[in-house]
């Protein structure tokens, strides 16, 4: 190869080993500026990954126009549905060893990215995967009949590394559901819960698709 060609050592980026986030100091210094766009990450053969669910902090569910106490079982199963769907995509992926639930007496709602970091560290865990679910009903379109529904979902995520505090990946996205009132023993409340739960559900499969995805390419 001629001299004047960079050889692949020399072309590729550095590896990002430890952080370069300063808990004492918000700024970053421009040579670690340098290093974080220039370097990357190397995800294990072996991770374990905490999951947090942030939109959970919220007194008020996922259903934005249901109210809901911590303690009402729908709303706990509903959240739980949520967990599982996102637990049984990222147990897929070959590099998944363990999965851990991060309580939400972990975290308060002050806590920052850095704070949710550190309690990832303690669970020892290598990734941090933080989620957030909005989801709505379309109420306003008269178009629909009272025994019909319409609802859509929007997740938002990131995964943190945690050695480093560099977040390799995050998305967005939006999912929809229309359901029709089938039985009538059910209500037109739980038609509406349900076609919401629905493309919520969906768009978090969605998501574990792409974390999966991510995983095992990197």
Not at 80 to 96: D, F, G, M
Not at 187 to 194: F, Y
Request: hydrophobic residues 30%; glycine residues 2%; aromatic residues 10%.
């Amino acid at each position: 190869m001629p001299s004047s060609y960079p050889s692949q050592t020399e072309s590729s980026p550095d590896i990002i080993e430890h952080s370069l986030f300063s808990s004492s100091d918000k700024t970053i210094s421009e040579e670690d500026i340098q290093r974080l766009l220039n370097g990357r990450i190397k995800i294990g053969d072996a991770v374990r990954i905490a999951i947090f669910n942030y939109s959970s902090h919220s007194q008020r569910s996922t259903y934005t126009n249901y109210y809901y106490y911590r303690t009402d079982e729908e709303y706990l199963k509903t959240q739980q549905s949520y967990i599982e769907t996102l637990r049984n995509k990222l147990t897929e992926s070959k590099k998944t060893q363990k999965i851990i639930l991060m309580p939400s007496i972990m975290a308060d709602k002050q806590s920052s990215i850095t704070n949710l970091r550190e309690t990832a560290v303690r669970l020892q865990a290598d990734l941090l995967l933080l989620y957030n679910v909005k989801s709505d009903i379309y109420y306003k379109y008269k178009t629909f009949k009272a025994d019909e529904a319409k609802a859509f979902a929007t997740v938002e995520c990131f995964l943190m590394d945690t050695r480093t505090g560099v977040i390799p990946f995050t998305t967005v996205t939006t999912r929809e559901s229309f359901q029709k009132k089938t039985s009538e023993e059910i209500s037109s409340d739980e038609l509406r819960k349900n076609t919401e739960k629905d493309a919520v559900i969906k768009a978090l499969e969605a998501i574990g698709l792409e974390i999966y995805e991510y995983l095992d390419k990197n």
